[in-house]
C-alpha cells in the first residue's frame, strides 16, 4: 500500500505544483480566500468527500481581526472575477472562509484530521526576475497580498492529501477530516473554528507546516514551544484643542499613549517563563499645533506558558485603561488575535517517525525541535488533547529562497510530495497506533 | 489723635523687641504654637479684649496637614516646660492653636479686622555669630523649628497694636477684631478659621506681611495676584515580592510613582494663566531586590487663579488614581495646605495710603505689587469680600539679613513701629472710608 | 488727496475682488506659491516697480520647512498649467517664492515697507454650497490647500496698494517697500527675507492681517503678544528585530519617541511668562511583531517671549537628544518654522489711529490688541526696530462665515476696500510722523 | 577513616555550636567582619595552618559596596571591644577582613580548596521569645546586623573543617586551602579575593550553603543555574530652584530618576535567557516646593547567563545616562555587586554522591537542583574551571525557623555535624577522583 501511495503522489506532482502555483498568483489575505476556499470545497465535494463550509464551521463571534465589510465585500467581488467558484461563495460571504471535508470509511476507527492553512500575508511580493514566482509569472496579482509563508503549498498539500486519500479509501479506518482554516496569519482563524465544533470529534490530528529553516528531506515529528501570544488593537480617543490657544481644552491622547507604551514594556517578568511584550505600530495625532485627540497602537503580548502570556495580558489591561483614566480619554480595546501553547503528544511522535521513514524523498526524520513563534494550531492540539486525543505539529523542511514574511520567499516545490506521502500514511496505519480513542468511549 | 498713636508706639518699642525676640526664642511650628497662643490669649483678656480660642475659631475637619497625635501631645509639654500660660492649653489642646480677640467700642461702625500668623517654619537656625538672634541668645531653642518668615514679628506687631487700640478705645468706632491664625506655612491653617466663622462678620480687613523685598520705610497697600495653591501628600501600597525570584506577584509601587510623576509634570498649561506643578519629594522602596510595596511622594499645584489651580489639581487627581490603576496599587491622597488666589479691594487701597502717609518712618507708600508664592490669608480675604466687605493685603518693607526661608533671615526690628502705626490708624480712621458696610444691612 | 485714495479704491473694488477670487481659486501652499509670485512680480513690474524676486530676497539657507525638490518641480508644472507668468518663473524656482516690488519717489523721506504673504493653508476646501466660494466657483481647485486664513486677501490688498501708490507716486515722499513673503503658515518664510536683507534699509514696516475675531470696520492699531514659537520635526531611527525571536538585536525608535514624548511634556515652566510645548503628531512603526526602528513626531515650543520660547527648545533639544542617547537610536532634528515675539513701536500707534479715521467706512479704530498665536512678521519688525526704525502689526477687522483654519473660512471683502485705503494713507502722511529715520543717519 | 572523622567531628559538635552562636551573637556585616575574621586567623594558626589575610588575599580596588571609612573605622572600634583579637586587626583594617588557611600535606595532590562565607546580613534579629537565638542569649548584639543566611554556621563548619583536617593530615594528600570570604551578601566580596589570586592554584573547590529549602539529612551535590546580577547605586544631582517663583533654574534630579525608572524596567527581554530588573530604592528631593536637586536609587539586574546580564547592564547604562542628559544632571554610577553565573562541574557530582553517602547523618543525596538568586561564589568556581579545575556548589539540608533573610531566621545545627563530615570526606578521598589536576602540568 506504501507503493500505491507513493506511486499515486508522484504521478500527481504536477497538480501539485499548478494548485500551489494557482493559490500562489492569487494569494488571498486571511478572512478573504473565497477564491482558495471554494476551489478547495468544490474539488472536495467532486472527490466524494462531505463538505462543510462558512458559518458551519466558523463561529462568527469568536473569529478575530476580520476586516470590515466593505473590504469583505470587495474581496469577494475580485475572487468572483479571479475564478472563486460561484456557488460556493454564498456560505464563505462574510468572512467565513472556512472549509471542513469528511470521508467516512465506514470501517471502525479513529477520527484522523489534518490542520491544512490557507491564507496569504499582508506583504507585496518581488517583482525582480530572481525571484522564481516573479519569472514564471505566478507573483500574485492581489497588491499587498503574498503567500511568503507557504500556505499556498499547504492548501495543494491539502488537495493531494484529499485526492490520494479518496482513491485509497477501502484501505483506511474511521474517518478522515480535512480542516482547511482561514486566517492563521496573525492567529485569527483557529479559534472560530474550535468554538465551530470542529475539533471535537478529533482523535488523532496532524497539524502541519513547511520550511521554518529545515532542510529539504527532513521531517521533524513535532514542533513544541510555540508561544502563547496574544494581539490587541487599542485606539483612544481624546479631545483636540488649539495647543497654543486653549490646550486645557483638550484630552491628549497621544500623551496618553505613550505613558501607556512606556509603562506596557515596564511590565514585570514572570518567574513562571520567558515573556515578550512589543507595541509595534503607533499613530497619533493630526496637526503640530492641535492637542491630538485619537491614537491608535497595535500590540502583542507573549509568553512561554499560556498562564504566563495571561498575566502579561491582564497586566497590559490594567495598564492600557490607566492611562486612559489618566488622561480623560476613553478606549476601545480590541483582541485581534490569539493563541495559546500547546505541546505535541508524546505517544504520537515515534508513529509519525515512523511513517516518515517510509517516504523515499526523506533522508532524516527528528524527533522534536523548539518552535519560535506563535501558531494557533494550538487551539486545535488542545482541543483534542483535552476530549483524551493526540496531536502534533509535524514540520516537513525545504530550501528556501529568502526567510518567512521577506518578499521573496520561496519554497523547494519537491516538500510537497514529502508531505502528501507522509501525512497519507499517517492516515493509512492509524490503527497501528495503540492508543484509547474516543470512538471506543462513544 | 494720629501723635497720639506715634508716641504709645514709640513708647512701647521696647515691649514690641521684646515680644518678638521671645517667640523668635521659642519658635513653634504650625498647629503647635501652644506658647506663642497662650501668650497671645492671656494678654489680649488682660487688656479687655474679649477673646476665644482652640475649637470655638478653628473648624475641627477643615483643618490641613496636623502633625500626628503624639507629636502634638509631646509639644504641648514642650510648650508648658517653656513658660506656656497654662490655664489657656485646655482650650488650644490637640492643634487647636488659633485665637481671637474682640473689642467691641459700642459706637455704630464697621467690624475691623487685622489677621496675625503666629507659626514657625521647619528649618534648623543657624548659630553662627554673623547671625544676630545667634549672638543675642534669642535665636530658637526649638530643633528644627524658626522663624524665618517673619511671624514673629507679625505676632508681636499684632500685640502691640491690640494694646494701642486697647488704649484708643473711646476714640474707636465699630468693632476691632485680631485674627492670630496658626499654621499659616503650607496654607494649612486659614481655612479652618474661615470656616469656623471668625471672618463672617467682618466688614474691612487687613492682612499684612513684613519683607517680601520692600524695603524699609516703604509701605505697600495691596499685594496682589498671591498664586492658588494646593499640598498634596500622595501614598502607594502595593505588594512586595523577591525580585528575582517571583517578580510577577509584586504589585510595583515605586513604578507606579515613577508614571505619576511623569504624567504631573505633562499636565497640559492652561491659558487662563500661568501654572505649576511639583514633585517636591519621592521615597520608595526597601530594598534592593524587593519589588517596592511602598512609595509615598509630596507635591504642590499653583495657579494665578484658583480656577487655573483646581484645573491642574483636578489633573493631578486624575493621574494619580489612574497610575495606581495602571499598577494596582492602592492610593492614599490627602490634601494638607491650600488656599486660594483673592487680590485686594481696589476701594481699600487709597484709604491705607493715606493713613500710611501719617506715619513719620514712612519714606515711601506704593499702590500695590505683585506678589510671588501664596498665602491662604486669601481664604479671609475672600470671605470678606463674598459679603460685601473689603479687605486688603499690606507690606511693611524691612532689611533682610537674608532671604526668607533661610537659617540666618533676620529683619530690621523698626519695620514693627511702622506696622503697628499704620494698622492703628486704619483702625482709628476707618469711618472716613465711604463704602457700604454689613452693618448697615444688619 | 485723501479723496483720491478714497475714490481710487472705490473704484478698483472690482479688481480687488477678482484678484483675491483668483488667488483663492488657485491656492498655493508655502515656498510652491508660483503662480501667485508670479502674478504679483508682473503687475509690480507693470506699474512701475523696480521688483526683486527669488534668490535676491529669500536667503536659501534661512529657509525652514520647504517640501522636498520632487514636490517643488511638479508644483512648478501645475502653476504654469494654471496660468503662472512663465518669465518669472526662472527666478521663483526652486522655492524661493518671494518678491519685493520697490518705489522710489526721488523726493526725500524714510522707506516704508509693507508686508504682505502669500500662501495656502495644507487644507482640503470644503464643497458645499454653502460655502460662498464653492457656490461662486472660485473654491480652491488645488487638492489640499486652502486660502483659509486671508492670505488670498492680503495678496490682494498688497496689489490694490501697489497700485494706488504707483498712481499717487508725485504726493509721496522717500522710498515705499511692497514685500511679497512666501510661507508664512509654519512661520517658515520671514526669516530667509530677512536673511536677505530686505528689511535692512526699512524705516517704517506696516504688517496687517484680516479677520482674527475684530469686526467688520474696525482697525487695529497694534497687535501685540505674538507667542515666540520654534517648529519642530524629529526622526529616531533604530533598528529592527523580531519582537519574538531576538528582541535584544532592535533599538526601540518607538520607546524611544514615547519616552521623549513624556518628558518634553514634562518641560518646567519659566517664571519669565506663557510657554507651550505640543508632540500633535507620532508615527512609529511597521508592524506589530516588529522591533520598531522608525519613529517620526512633530513638536511646537511657544513663549510669551523669544528667551521663554529659547528655554523650552533648549530644553526640548537635550531631551530628544537623550532619549535617542537611551535607546541607542540615531536622531534627526530638523526646525521647519521659527518666529519670535515683537510688540509694535508705540509710537507708531497714533499716527495709525489718526489715518485709520480718515477712512469713510471706519467705524472704529483700537489702540492695540492681545494676539494668540505666532507670526513670522516679528522677524521682519525686530529688524526694523534693531535697526532705530518703528513697526507695527495693523489688523483689519471683517467678518467670518467660520474661524481661521477651518475648511469654511471666508471674509467680507468689504474689509480689501478699508485695508487699501488705510496702508496708502500711512504711506503717503508718512512725513508727518515726527521720528528718526535711518535716513538721516546716513 | 571514616570513622575516625565521623568521632572527631561528634567530640567537636558542642564546638560547633559555641562557634555558631558565638559568630550570631557578635553578627557582622559585609567587609567588618573584623571580630569573625580575627577569630577565624587566630584558630587557623593555632591548628598549624599558613594564614593569610587582609590586602593578601583581597585586592583593593575590586571590592565592591564598601561602606563609607568612618563606618568602618568605628565598627573595627566596635569589633574590639567584642573580643576582637588584637593582633589580627592591623591586617584586616580598612575593610580587608578575607582569610586563607594552607595546609600543605607534603604529599603529591590536588589542591582542594573550601569557601566559607562569614558576613552578616542588614537586619535587625527579632528578640521575641519564640525566636531560639533571643530565648537562648545570643541573638545579635549588633543593631541591623543579623545572621538571617547562616553564614554563622558556614564559619563554625569552617572552622570544625579546619580542626578536622589539622588533625588528619597524615592522611591527606595535595594542598588544602579554606577561603573565609567576607561580604557574600550584595555578591561583593568574591571577585576580590579572586583578583587576589587566592583561586589561581586551587584544583578542586567546594563553595556549600546550608538550607535553601533542602530537608535536614539531604545533600545537594551540585547547586546549578546562580542567575548573573549586577547591583548598582546611581545618584543623580542637579539644581536646587523655588518651584513656583524660578522653575526655569532648577535641574530636576526628580523627574530624571523617574524617567530613568520607567525605562529602565523598559528594557526588552533577551531571547538567550531570563532577565529580570528591578530598581528597589529610590530617594528624592527635599522640600514640597523646591525642584528636587538630589535623587539616589539602588537597582540589580540579572540574566540566566552572564551575557544576559551584561546585555541589560549595558542597555540600563545608556539609559541611566540619557535620562541624566535629558534634564542636564550630573550622575554618579557606582558598581557595588557582581556576580556571574557559573554551574558545577559535572566530573564532581559523582564524586561528592559517594562522600555524602558515607555520612551516617545524611538520609539522602541528590544529584543537582536548580538554585534562585546570585552567588559571588560563582567567580571562584569560574576561575577553577577556567584553570582546568573542578568546582561544585553544595547544599547541606537544614530545619529553617522562618525563611532566609527573615528576622527569625534559624537553622537545626545538626546540619553542622553533617557539613563538616562530607567536606572533610571529600577532602580525604581526593586522590580517588581520576581527573587531571593543574599540578600535573606543573
Known sequence: MEKRINSLVDQMYPSLQEWRRDFHKYAESGWVEYRTASKVASQLAAWGYEVKAGREV?????????????????????????GAVAEWLPQLSGGFTGVVGILDTGR???????????????????????????????????????????HDAHTAIGLGLAYVLSQCKDELHGRIKLIFQPAEEGVRGAKAMVEAGVADDVDRL????????????????????????????????????HAGGS???????????????????????????NSRINVGVLEAGSGRNIIPNRAAFKLETRGDTTEVNEYILSRALDIIQGSAQ?????????????????????????YIHAQAGKVPEVTSVVESISAGGSEDATYLMER????????????????????????????????????????????????????????DAR
Open 58 to 82: 466558523v463561529a462568527e463571534d469568536a473569529r478575530m481581526g476580520v476586516p470590515p465589510q466593505e473590504f469583505l465585500r470587495a474581496q469577494e467581488q475580485r475572487a468572483l472575477s479571479q
Open 384 to 439: 483534542v488533547k483535552q476530549n483524551g486525543g493526540l496531536a502534533s505539529y509535524v514540520v516537513f523542511g525545504t530550501t528556501l529562497a529568502a526567510g518567512h514574511h521577506n518578499e521573496k520567499f520561496d519554497i523547494d516545490e519537491e516538500v510537497m510530495k514529502i508531505a502528501v506521502k507522509t501525512l497519507a500514511l499517517c492516515a493509512l496505519n492509524i490503527h497501528e497506533l495503540a492508543a484509547p480513542i474516543m470512538a
Open 206 to 241: 496532524f497539524a502541519s507546516h513547511v520550511g521554518t529553516g529545515v532542510p529539504l528531506g527532513e521531517v521533524v515529528c513535532g514542533a513544541y514551544g510555540y508561544l502563547a501570544t496574544t494581539k490587541l488593537d487599542v485606539t483612544y480617543r481624546g479631545v483636540a484643542a
Open 108 to 150: 471502525p476507527g479513529p477520527t484522523v484530521a489534518f490542520r491544512v492553512d490557507m491564507d496569504a500575508l499582508d506583504l507585496q511580493e518581488s517583482g525582480e526576475l530572481d525571484h522564481l514566482p516573479a519569472a514564471g509569472a505566478y507573483a500574485s496579482v492581489n497588491p499587498n497580498m503574498m503567500h511568503a509563508c507557504g
Open 247 to 273: 490646550p486645557e481644552e483638550g484630552k491628549n491622547a497621544l500623551l496618553a499613549a505613550a505613558s501607556a507604551v512606556m509603562n506596557l514594556h515596564s511590565i514585570t517578568r514572570h518567574s513562571g517563563g
Open 326 to 350: 489618566m488622561y480623560g480619554v476613553e478606549s476601545t480595546i480590541e483582541i485581534v488575535g490569539k493563541a495559546g501553547s500547546s505541546d505535541p503528544s508524546p505517544e504520537l511522535l515515534p
